[in-house]
Each structure stands twice: as structure tokens, then as C-alpha cells.
């Protein structure tokens, strides 16, 4: 079973067009609360972001925000949060995430999201890390990238063994029971090479 204290999630900034998908990020958020696990994230206030972190807040969870300066400055930081970490860089968030995450979930989200995930995916592919990964495929969202994956390892650029990189749950409600269910990591992380 693998000890649970803080998870990363990859979610959009915006909304998004469909409203059980803000629903979503609100439930999750109320899970970690009450599951006792803190939010780590990207910091932001607004959309998605901001939803998960209002929502784990109002239920009493920890929620971590860690933002690069120049969004910072753009003053679209969420100022409520329990702890906020202004960084130098994307890279030096992303990195920050990884050292303070035991696993990652990737909700809903647009090129940041994607880029969030498919980097903590390779990097787990590198045998950087084996902490868990869970897409949250809710309504079918992440069902584009997933047939992306099969057209890659249908041309042969990369192996079957890349599904397994990743734990695919349809809703917030399944992402704790199989994070609940995965091995705890044998790969010691060593951020340094990142």
C-alpha cells in the first residue's frame, strides 16, 4: 500500500466548457481534505486550479501552491493558501512538484496540463521516479491522448509497457482506492537528475 501525505495535480486553468468537470475538481478537493493528504499544485486562483483549491481549503485540507515569478507577478496567484512557493522558473516548479508530490493526477486541462503530465510520465519511463500516475479520463477527456499513446506504440516508438506508466480511473471518486492500491515506490527519486 502505498503512505499517502501529498499528491500533485495537473489541472486547467480555465474552467473548461463542461460543468461536471468543475463539479469534479471540487469533489476531489473535498477527498484530499478528508483523506488528510495535501494539494500540492500550480498556485493559481482561477479555474480548475482554483476550484480544487477552494474546495480542499473550505474542507480543511493543506493545499501547497507553487507559481514561477512571472505568473506571480501577474497577480493570478491564489492568496488563501497554505503555504505559496514563488519560484524562479516553470522548470523549477515542476521540479519543486515532483520533491513534494507522492504521486500525480492529471485532471482536465489544456497545453500546461499536457505538459505537466507527459514530463512525469517520461520522466517515470527514465526510471527517474515510480511514484503513481492516475489520469482522471472523466467523460472521456483524456480519451484523445490515450489513443495518441496506442498510435505510438502502434508505430513502434515506443512499447506496450508505456500503459503501464499510468493508472487511467473515469472519475475523482476512483483516483484515492487505486492510488490506495498502488505499490509504494522502490526507485529512490533523485531530483538532481531532473
Request: proline content about 6%; hydrophobic content about 50%; overall charge negative.
Given at each position: 500500500m502505498l503512505?499517502?501525505q ?9 474552467v ?6 468543475a ?6 478537493g473535498?477527498h484530499?481534505?478528508a483523506?488528510?493528504?495535501?494539494l500540492?499544485?500550480?498556485?493559481g486562483?482561477a ?7 477552494d474546495?480542499t ?7 501547497v ?13 491564489h492568496d ?19 520533491e513534494?508530490?507522492?504521486?500525480f ?7 500546461g496540463?499536457l ?7 517520461t520522466?517515470?519511463?527514465l ?14 477527456y ?8 496506442d ?19 473515469q472519475?475523482?471518486?476512483?483516483v ?19
Amino acid at each position: 500500500m502505498l503512505p499517502l501525505q501529498s499528491i500533485a495535480v495537473f489541472c486547467g486553468s480555465s474552467v473548461g466548457a463542461r460543468p461536471a468537470l468543475a463539479d469534479a475538481a471540487e469533489r476531489f478537493g473535498r477527498h484530499l481534505a478528508a483523506a488528510g493528504i495535501t494539494l500540492i499544485y500550480g498556485g493559481g486562483r482561477a479555474g480548475l486550479m482554483g476550484l480544487i483549491a477552494d474546495a480542499t481549503l473550505t474542507a480543511g485540507g493543506q493545499v501547497v501552491g507553487i507559481i514561477p515569478g512571472h505568473l506571480h507577478h501577474r497577480e493570478v496567484q491564489h492568496d488563501g493558501l497554505t503555504e505559496l512557493l514563488v519560484v524562479d522558473s516553470m522548470h523549477t516548479r515542476k521540479r519543486l512538484m515532483f520533491e513534494r508530490a507522492d504521486a500525480f493526477v492529471a485532471l482536465p486541462g489544456g497545453l500546461g496540463t499536457l505538459d505537466e503530465t507527459i514530463e512525469i510520465v517520461t520522466w517515470r519511463q527514465l526510471g527517474l521516479h515510480d511514484k503513481p500516475v492516475v489520469l482522471v479520463d472523466q467523460d472521456g477527456y483524456w480519451g484523445p491522448l490515450l489513443g495518441l499513446v496506442d498510435h505510438i506504440v502502434d508505430n513502434r516508438f515506443a512499447g506496450p509497457a508505456v500503459h503501464a506508466l499510468w493508472q487511467v480511473v473515469q472519475s475523482v471518486d476512483a483516483v484515492l482506492p487505486a492510488l490506495a492500491d498502488a505499490p509504494a515506490p522502490s526507485i529512490a527519486a533523485h531530483p538532481g537528475r531532473l
